[in-house]
């Protein structure tokens, strides 16, 4: 079945490091593709999402690429903040039967040190 | 836009009780889904509604398990003589269909954990 696979965290960062969270999928057919972020205490947000291959998903200064070739969906930011620390999950929609539901990695946490 | 909403957001039982969860969608939001999320994973899909019709149910449902949306508004998750392996966090979502199926809005979720 369709999965995502998210690279192990937690990712430790300074404020204004580069982030770079990866993210792959398994998938049959052409998903779009979710990133969510959760901070403490709260329900998971959309981030950003893409709908087709080599689409660019951005906010917040967040940015990730479909990349169809390689079945990649890796979350870039230039610069982090303390503020950006959560965990972060992938995601997939289930293209079986047009449910709409997502299918997610296991998570990253990033903790950014001031 | 109030968002999702679910109560209680916390909830402790004795193992063999049951407890009911609810979620209040957003009020345009025509699909409906829980979602149950343990300590250091994602989401695992669980069931999902269109209307009132609940449409699809995951394996890791067991029969302890129910969930209703009778008048396709909100919904409730009923968990039957729980055991310690529910202890998780019960996540719902709602989204829209039509042109371009909008992503899902997530409540806060309810903090089940059973003793």
């Known amino acids: 079945g369709d999965s995502v696979t998210q690279m192990e965290g937690p990712v430790t960062l300074s404020e204004e490091a580069f982030l770079t969270i990866n993210c792959t999928y398994t998938?049959?057919?052409?998903?779009?593709l979710f990133w969510y972020v959760q901070y403490p205490g709260e329900g998971l947000q959309l981030l950003l999402k893409a709908t087709k291959a080599d689409d660019k998903g951005s906010n917040k200064g967040f940015e990730a690429t479909y990349r169809k070739e390689t079945t990649s969906f890796h979350l870039e930011k230039g610069s982090v903040q303390v503020s950006d620390s959560a965990v972060y999950f992938c995601?997939?929609?289930?293209?079986?039967?047009?449910?709409?539901?997502?299918?997610f990695g296991q998570g990253t946490t990033l903790q950014v040190k001031p | 836009d109030t968002g999702v909403s679910q109560d209680p957001r916390h909830k402790i039982t004795k193992r063999g009780q049951n407890v009911t969860f609810r979620c209040d969608p957003i009020?345009?939001?025509?699909?409906l889904y829980w979602y149950r999320q343990t300590l250091g994973q994602g989401p695992e899909f669980l069931t999902y509604f269109q209307n009132e019709a609940q449409l699809e149910k995951s394996r890791l449902l067991s029969d302890r398990f129910s969930a209703e949306r009778p008048k396709g508004s909100f919904s409730t998750l009923e968990i039957q003589r729980t055991e310690q392996g529910d202890s998780a966090m019960y996540l719902c979502a709602s989204s829209s269909t039509g042109v371009g199926n909008s992503p899902l809005h997530f409540g806060n979720g309810t903090r089940l954990t059973v003793t």
């Open positions: 009020s345009e939001h025509n699909r």
């Open positions: 995601a997939l929609s289930d293209q079986s039967g047009n449910t709409g539901k997502l299918i």
């Open positions: 998938a049959t057919g052409y998903p779009s």
